[in-house]
Nanobody
Framework: QVQLVESGGGLVQAGGSLRLSCAAS????????MGWFRQPPGKEREFVAA????????DYADSVKGRFTISRDNAKNTVYLQMNSLKPEDTAIYYC?????????????????WGQGTQVTVSS
């Protein structure tokens, strides 16, 4: 089992940037595919980005392609989400998630471990 703790959320103006981090406990972080999901106010949780165990394969939601970048540092047991050109519609609680397996997937039901979430608010 891996435990996840997100950080880096906050309030930012439209057009600004934030970098989210997700620190994982345990010694098997490199065995997990990692994902970022978000839940906007009053809406369902949605996929944002995912990255394979070795960091080579990534996948993004269409709404964030070209603006967000997911990366990981297996030596530090950490996955990141660099968010640029932020828009008010990016306002949400952002969750980090983990699943055993190589291939990054977009379904939240594939992920077995979740962090507590970090709030991102983008003002217009």
């Amino acid at each position: 089992q891996v435990q996840l703790v997100e950080s880096g959320g906050g309030l930012v103006q439209a057009g600004g940037s934030l970098r989210l981090s997700c620190a994982a406990s345990g010694h098997t972080f490199s065995s997990y595919t990692m994902g970022w999901f978000r839940q906007p106010p009053g809406k369902e949780r949605e996929f944002v980005a995912a990255i394979s165990r070795n960091g080579i394969s990534t996948d993004y939601a269409d709404s964030v392609k070209g603006r967000f970048t997911i990366s990981r540092d297996n030596a530090k047991n950490t996955v990141y989400l660099q968010m640029n050109s932020l828009k008010p519609e990016d306002t949400a609680i952002y969750y980090c998630a983990a699943r055993l397996g190589y291939r990054p997937t977009t379904s939240e039901y594939d992920y077995t471990n979740w962090g507590q979430g970090t709030q991102v608010t983008v003002s217009s």
